[in-house]
């Protein structure tokens, strides 16, 4: 396996001089939303596995709110679909009860199952004490995926509940790895590699300072609607290759966190604007995409349902005063995006594949940015 390289030492939009607006946090990822915890397991091979034609190049991304609790919180939560050619479980819920609880795990679409699966015993074991008093809990952990068939084995299943439990038992806070890694080790982005992205911005609201943090795991688009900073960079950059030419086949999932106090009809409406993020870098939601966003909240952690008084006292903020933190928030997922691509790294073009898809040569955006005057 190759592993992908450490967050210090990968350049990202705003180490280029890109134009981003807004004040990131400290390590401009959505670990700036305190408490939260987010983990990896990468599966990097260019040599099939025995039996099978293609190398496996996957993997598992895992976020978890109050990842330092002993028991398991529940989230106010929202969710929105802007083009629903994919899978994230749990939404059903969400949307009618407001809220999830556990862990939030991205990975491909073969693997929706096995994440699952993994993650419920992971759950049921992380949290024993709150799962062995009360045999009547269930457990609906969020499942995303997008599809990295390109560039990994999708149809051998080569994950392993053992690699979904990797990836939840190192989740940490601090600095997020971006590019080739977890579940977007496989993935393509405006026909360039793609993966795993994050942002952050700091607001001010009512006086005081708030945070909030987006991941991406970015696999759409096409390599001619490319737009960075309103540039239409995809149409300075088509280079004649296979990879270049490659018509929309993948999806985006986006998460926004935010310790914010927001009701889940709140985080239903950020939710939504990760679709005007996404679209700042020119996708217009192609019918094979699956563009699917969750929007959750730290603020107001509640003791789980059936423990809980039959009254609820909660904060919540004035929907007035929210343009900023809709503004912000689209920033930070375009911001998210663009950091994806330029973590990434080349994959594929063994003797196995059928595509190389190189990263984004970061001196040629440059210039096409100087180009448009957007970097002096």
């Known amino acids: 396996m190759t592993k992908p390289k450490s967050p210090a030492t990968k350049a990202r939009a705003r180490d280029l001089g890109l134009p981003f607006p807004g004040r990131p946090g400290p390590f401009n990822a959505i670990t700036d939303v305190e408490g939260i915890g987010v983990g990896f397991r990468t599966i990097f091979e260019d040599v099939p596995r025995p039996g099978r034609k293609r190398p496996v190049r996957t993997g598992v991304t895992a976020i978890l709110p109050h990842a330092a609790s002993p028991t398991p919180v529940p989230?106010?939560?929202?969710v929105h679909r802007f083009n629903g050619n994919g899978e994230m479980t749990g939404t059903h819920w969400i949307e009618d009860g407001g809220y999830?609880?556990?862990?939030?795990?991205?990975?491909?679409?073969?693997?929706?199952?096995?994440?699952?699966?993994?993650?419920?015993?992971?759950?049921?074991?992380?949290?024993?004490?709150?799962?062995?008093?009360?045999?009547?809990?269930?457990?609906?952990?969020?499942?995303?995926?997008t599809y990295d068939g390109v560039l990994n084995d999708i149809n051998g299943l080569p994950l392993t509940e053992a690699d979904v439990r990797a990836a939840l038992d190192s989740l940490?806070?601090?600095?997020?790895?971006?590019?080739?890694?977890?579940?977007?080790?496989?993935?393509v982005t405006y026909g360039f590699k793609g993966g795993t992205?994050?942002?952050?911005?700091?607001v001010e609201f009512g006086g005081r300072e708030h945070r909030i943090g987006t991941l991406v795991q970015a696999n759409h688009g096409q390599r001619d609607w490319l737009t960075i900073r309103g540039v239409p960079v995809g149409e300075h950059m088509r280079d004649g290759t296979p990879q270049s030419q490659l018509a929309e086949r993948g999806s985006i999932i986006v998460v926004?966190?935010?310790?914010?106090?927001?009701?889940?009809?709140q985080l239903q409406r950020l939710a939504r604007r990760a679709a005007i993020g996404i679209g700042r870098g020119g996708t217009p939601g192609g019918n094979n995409s699956g563009d699917i966003f969750l929007a959750f909240s730290t603020a107001n952690p509640q003791p789980m349902a059936h423990h809980a008084p039959a009254r609820l006292n909660l904060e919540i903020v004035n929907d007035e005063k929210l343009d900023p933190v809709y503004a912000a928030t689209v920033d930070?997922?375009?911001?998210?995006v663009v950091n994806a691509m330029l973590a990434a790294e080349d994959a594929g073009g063994t003797a196995f594949d059928r595509f190389r898809i190189q990263a984004m040569p970061h001196d040629q955006l440059v210039a096409v940015m100087r180009d448009y005057a957007r970097i002096k």
């Open 75 to 78: 989230v106010y939560a929202g």
């Open 100 to 145: 999830f609880l556990g862990p939030v795990v991205i990975t491909n679409t073969h693997a929706v199952g096995m994440a699952h699966h993994a993650t419920v015993k992971w759950m049921l074991e992380r949290y024993a004490s709150t799962y062995d008093t009360d045999n009547f809990l269930w457990i609906m952990p969020v499942i995303a995926e």
């Open 172 to 187: 940490s806070s601090g600095p997020v790895q971006e590019g080739n890694c977890g579940g977007g080790t496989g993935m």
């Open 197 to 202: 992205g994050t942002s952050s911005r700091i």
């Open 256 to 265: 926004v966190a935010t310790d914010l106090p927001m009701a889940p009809h």
């Open 332 to 336: 930070s997922v375009e911001e998210a």
